[in-house]
């Protein structure tokens, strides 16, 4: 590892705890924000200085920050103060009870259908699984029904399902345009 690639690693590294104590010194730069300063230097960075080594470093750091700086970003946030956080349980709530009643339309919608057309269990089960879960699990899932027969049908819903959930999508978001 070369002299620069250890210097850029620890600029990268220490430079939101530089900004932090600096914002916290001068009161104009803290009324700024540290999180605007430091878009600031990134794109300063990144536009006037390219060191050999430095797309690698970059991609390594932010495929490990992102996701620790998601879960800061939310629990940093103070719900208290206003009714902001009402309405974050409402969103959520609202957000799980309509999925929840999809994932139940869905599966008694499916059960239903292979009553009604006297589809045995498996091949409903495996095609369930085609559909929510993806083709990949399929292999899975009828190795753990102990069925191997009904293996080349949940493939071929899988990829059936995602060559019209490609076109459908399609469809409709050139119909959402429209209106």
Known sequence: ?????????LFFLLAPAGVLRLCRQFPTLGKIGPVLILYLIGILVGNLFHPAGMARIQQALSSAMVPLAIPLM???CTF???????????LLSGMLA??????AGYLLLQVLLARLLKIDADTMTISSVAYICSPPFVPMMAAAMNNRRVLAGGLAVGVIGYAA????GFLISRLLTLL
């Not at 208290?80 to 409402?90: D, F, M, N, P």
């Not at 309509?98 to 994932?103: F, G, L, P, Q, R």
């Open 1 to 9: 590892m070369s002299a620069g690639t250890i210097l850029i690693t």
């Open 98 to 103: 309509v999925t929840a009643a999809v994932i």
């Open 165 to 168: 959930g490609n076109y459908l």
């Open 80 to 90: 208290r103060r206003s009714g902001t956080r009402s309405q974050l349980l409402a």
């Open 74 to 76: 939310l629990f940093s």
